[in-house]
């Protein structure tokens, strides 16, 4: 629950009002060209009023990013797995510091950080699960306010401004800027919001980052609820400042084409609240130009232009950049103060963190963990590599598990085995001879030619007959390349000699120069299939095309895109990766197999998952683990973005360990975590899926899909899980309710003995379930439980520590969608101090006091479109369960209504199994209203845009339903062929409550705008 905006807005502080009131005045001065030229990603200034070039961000979720090297943290899905806030602002203020060095040297870097990423983790097949945190809204909202907090610092001078990202609604990556993502009025206000509207209703992030995808019908970057429902929460308006997503301007006229040219997108999203554009790189032309015409069309005032640029004025202000024209003292040049300053500090910061973040899912053997003494065989080619992704800086420094692992127990003790086979390549020539590739000097992998290797003679003579074979040049030696098999049939090829990546140069030839794989469009993949022989045909997937041979040269090219242009290579296994594997454990006492992702394939940031499972390379490594003896110790180590549908191999594995892609010091801590040098701590933000069906990617209804923990997503590992080696207690809990909320407190406890060393960590969590039965005004779809609270301590070793926590009532309330309002249960609610969703340590039935429920609101009183006297209007976008309907946007920039979505032919009944054979696209609205109300008439408009009333009802076309909207009863069992209601109607009463519902049903291409009323 959160107040009402009206309640959020607190007094402006006196910083903000004199930066204001500066920026203001500093826009006065500007003539229209001047300002114009401020709109775009890159600023040029304005030298003459003390005004630097700009540019609006820089990334850094989980580290500076892509500007050398810096401190990197875990994935910002890891950082989640600490469930600390206190870690999360630590590491974001390291972020922060390095942003401002790096800004000290090089002005052109922002001091606007493009981070955190606030977008739930809805579904685990999305393809950015790694840049967010959670599926839980409070938790989000907690961790990204932490985040931001760190990156803001404290005091009046900002140390960088955050921008949350990306508003609204965006987990899913296919067709991401053409999808809608539809949401009820829960989903919104339950689900999507919070995350928002808590970092900046408190102060803490100065910026947002508008989304590629549309909202409800509406491209998120013309949303109204930007200004609803961030903007309606700050003293003034214009202290946030709004960017676009890269390239997103030019979407509302390419591809998405809600408006015909860039002009009226540029004017819309200016109208709308956006602030700065983010397109054609540092280009300004089509952002000046555009703008431009709209003010000459009389598109928009220029008093749009001016609040946008007072709103870039003022995040520049905050960071003190614009010390000398705000007329403010410059900020001092010193780290902040409690904030890592040096390398080591900052590596010992990244390894607790990283240490913090791994996650113990299962320990069916007690003795797997610690490692028992003996030869340990680590396998997977992941134990000797730290993966980067699309936003990681470069590291400093890195030590892979490998390494630290020899450290810690002696390089004799540890024998590695990457599993990756070891092969030369030979390319068939049209007559059937295998020609070897080799590498040539300038990294081309090339044929081997008799050709192309003619004796030496001296300049001018040419061989004899009786010139010695001996003097001829030796021919080249196969190149060696490792098999990087990524599963779903994708590879990459290695060097053994230098580790180099086979990718295409900028001719298409392929040579072995790329350092890893990587990029925008990542180079180094290749999907391979077999033909009859068993030769490879190879696929460049960055471009499409198949890899062959150049003719006159022997070249390795890119060829067409047709099949028929690629040349079979024959392989030659060099090196076995299972016979390796077979080595290494011989004799071991412990088995590691380290598997996961690389961060660039099979999901990320343009590519969602294609499954939860792990890739088949990695199910066979698995194979062969859970085959050993039973008196070899096994521990399988995940390193992923995500998380996995492990399908029960964790029951055949002594342990199982996941951790995100954890940076600069990931060895380290698994290492630590593995030898009992520290003991695990995380605990899962996010639910790692059983083998149930999961919902649609593009399904936004969580609560209709019955999506995450909140509405019972089936769960392999539940949300908040995290086993210890050495468990703690929890000997003494108390739940008390006060008149403004739960204080709930928990004793934990050390064990007597421990078999880890170092100190010991517990996450307590506290869940709320309140059955629909408690909610005595409506009926609600309530989730099955939900996190209210939760608290990170440290405990010392033979000792114990108390968390306390305080748990507003509000957090127990839903969103009325019939009140706009919020709504707190009146029924017993059980309340779980937990160790995770499904783990109950104890458990009390309690109601909150009456004082601390204020009586609901009435509804908000709209004006009747027909100016009756004693109506009021009812928006469709209030509408709660829909089926077979889409929220749409009534105009470019306000207000919602409901069309089917479906096309004509099949509709299924929301209640039922039955379908029902139209004539027209149909479907069917929920709407909770006062019992006693009467529905006068439905305000519709057809797809010409003309608007309607609909006020006395007609019986359905025989063997069809007539195209139009009508009321039909809620409880029919089939409402796609009951019979229209006549109008007006009184609302029922749904049972003793004092609300009912009514069901509207639309058909053909008809868009229902709303419900006249009269209360009885």
């Given amino acids: 629950m959160r107040p009402s905006p009206a309640a959020r807005r607190s007094a402006i502080a006196p910083a903000d009002l004199r930066r204001l009131e500066r920026a203001r005045a500093l826009v006065a001065e500007m003539t229209q060209a001047e300002k114009i030229s401020l709109l775009h990603q890159y600023s040029p200034g304005i030298e003459r009023l003390g005004i630097g070039p700009f540019v609006t961000g820089t990334e850094g979720v989980h580290g500076l990013a892509w500007r050398g090297k810096a401190t990197q943290f875990p994935q910002p899905v890891g950082l ?37 990423v606030v977008n739930l983790l809805r579904h685990p097949l999305w393809g950015r699960t790694e840049e967010a945190y959670t599926e839980d809204p409070l938790l989000n909202a907690e961790l990204g306010s932490a985040y931001s907090r760190g990156l803001r610092g404290d005091g009046e001078v900002w140390r960088t401004v955050p921008t949350l990202k990306h508003f609204l609604a965006y987990s899913n990556e296919t067709d991401r800027c053409a999808t809608s993502s539809d949401l009820s009025p829960r989903v919104l206000q ?51 400042f709004v960017v676009t997503d890269a390239g997103a301007p030019s979407n509302l006229f390419r591809s998405q084409r809600v408006v015909p040219d860039a002009a009226e ?37 220029e008093s749009h232009v001016e609040r946008a640029v007072v709103r870039q004025l003022v995040a520049r202000a905050r960071t003190g950049e614009l010390a000398e024209a705000m007329g403010e003292e410059p900020a001092p040049d010193a780290p902040a103060p409690g904030v890592p300053a040096t390398r080591a500090e900052r590596r010992a910061l990244a390894r607790e963190v990283a240490t913090r973040a791994a996650v113990l899912l299962s320990r069916r053997d007690e003795g797997a963990l610690p490692l028992p003494e003996g030869s340990v065989a680590l396998l997977g080619a992941q134990a000797g590599e730290v993966h980067r992704d699309w936003y990681s800086g470069d590291f400093h420094e890195v030590t ?25 390549l030979a390319a068939l020539t049209p007559s059937g001879i295998a020609a070897p590739l080799h590498r040539a000097g300038d990294d081309v992998l090339r044929e081997d030619r008799p050709a192309a290797h003619p004796a030496p003679h001296p300049a001018g003579h040419a061989p004899s007959s009786d010139t010695p074979a001996a003097s001829a040049s030796p021919v080249p030696a196969a190149a060696e390349l490792e098999v990087v098999d990524l599963g779903e049939d994708v590879i990459a090829l290695r060097a053994t000699a230098d580790g180099r990546f086979l990718a295409p140069d900028d001719r298409g030839r392929l040579g072995l120069g790329s350092e890893a794989i990587g990029g925008w469009v990542v180079q180094e993949t290749f999907h391979r299939t077999l033909d009859a022989n068993g030769d490879w045909l190879l696929r460049h997937l960055g471009s499409g095309r198949m890899v062959g041979v150049e003719a006159f040269t022997g070249d390795l090219v890119l060829r067409t895109a047709l099949p028929g242009s690629a040349v079979p290579l024959r392989p030659t296994v060099l090196l076995s990766g299972v016979e390796a594997t077979a080595r290494a454990l011989e004799g071991a006492r412990a088995a590691v197999l380290v598997v996961g992702n690389d961060p660039h394939v099979h999901g990320r940031e343009t590519e969602d998952r294609p499954h939860a499972r792990l890739h088949a390379p990695d199910l066979a490594a698995v194979d062969v683990l859970a085959a050993l003896d039973e008196d070899v110790a096994t521990v399988l180590v995940i390193t992923s973005s995500y998380p996995y549908d492990l399908g029960g191999l964790e029951e055949r594995i002594g342990a199982v360990v996941w951790s995100s892609h954890a940076g600069e010091a990931e060895g380290e801590a698994i290492a630590d975590l593995l030898t009992g040098a520290r003991d695990f701590s995380g605990r899962l933000a996010q639910t790692w899926p059983d083998s149930s069906p999961l919902p649609g990617l593009l399904d936004y209804d969580v609560i209709g899909t019955g999506s995450t923990y909140l509405y019972g997503q089936g769960a392999r590992f539940a949300f908040g899980h995290g086993l210890a080696v050495d468990p703690l207690t929890w000997p003494e809990s108390s739940l008390a309710s006060g008149p403004d909320g739960l204080a709930a407190r928990v004793r934990v406890a050390a064990p007597e003995t421990r078999r880890t060393e170092g100190p010991l960590h517990e996450v307590v969590q506290v869940y709320a379930d309140a059955p629909a039965s408690s909610f005595s005004r409506r009926r609600y779809a309530v989730p099955r439980t939900r996190l209210v609270g939760s608290a990170v301590i440290e405990v010392p070793d033979g000792g114990s520590a108390e968390a306390r926590i305080g748990i507003p009532w509000e957090r127990l309330a839903l969103f009325a969608p019939d009140l706009e309002a ?25 109601r909150i006091p009456g004082a601390a429920r204020p009586a609901p609101p009435a509804a908000p009183v709209l004006p009747d479109p ?7 209007f009812v928006p469709a976008s209030r509408a709660e369960e829909t089926s077979g309907l889409l929220r749409s946007a ?59 009333v609909v006020s006395a009802a007609e019986a359905p076309e025989t063997g069809a339903l007539a195209a139009g909207a009508v009321l039909v009863d809620p409880s029919a069992e089939d409402p796609l062929t009951a019979p229209a209601l006549a109008l007006p109607h009184t609302v029922p009463a749904d049972g003793t409550r004092p609300t009912g519902r009514v069901r509207v049903r639309l058909t053909g291409r008809t868009a229902l705008v709303g419900l006249r009323l009269a209360h009885a």
């Fill in 190 to 240: 339950e689900y999507e919001l919070p995350g928002y509207v808590q970092p900046v209703a408190e102060g803490l992030a100065g910026s947002v980052m508008l989304a590629y995808n549309l909202v409800n019908g509406r491209p998120a970057h013309l949303t109204e609820l930007l200004e609803q429902e961030l903007r309606s929460v700050l003293p003034d308006p214009d202290l946030l």
């Fill in 866 to 872: 027909e100016g009756a006297p004693g109506v009021h």
């Fill in 400 to 424: 892979t598990l490998a390494d630290a692992l020899r450290e810690r127990l002696g390089a004799e003790q540890v024998r590695t085995a990457s599993g990756r086979d070891i092969v030369s």
């Fill in 890 to 948: 009534d105009t470019l920039l306000d207000g919602t209504v409901l069309r089917p979505a479906d096309p004509v032919g099949t509709a299924r009944s929301p209640s039922t199994a039955q379908s029902t054979r139209t004539a027209h696209p149909v479907g069917t609205a929920d709407l909770v209203l006062p019992a006693g109300a009467r529905v006068l008439s439905l305000v519709v408009r057809d797809e010409s845009g003309t608007s309607s």
């Fill in 265 to 301: 997108a540029y004017a819309a999203m200016l109208r709308a609240g956006v602030d700065s554009f983010t397109d054609h790189d540092a280009d300004p032309s089509e952002t000046i130009a555009a703008v431009t015409e709209a003010l000459a069309r009389g598109l928009i005032e």
């Fill in 822 to 846: 919020w709504e707190l249960p009146d029924g017993p609610v059980t309340l779980r101090l937990a160790r995770s969703s499904d783990h109950t340590e104890t458990a009390e039935v309690l």
């Fill in 80 to 116: 989640a797995a600490t469930w600390d806030p206190t870690l999360l602002t630590a590491a974001a203020g390291v972020v922060a510091e390095e942003v401002r060095e790096l800004h000290a040297t090089d002005p052109g870097v922002s001091l606007t950080v493009w981070a955190p």
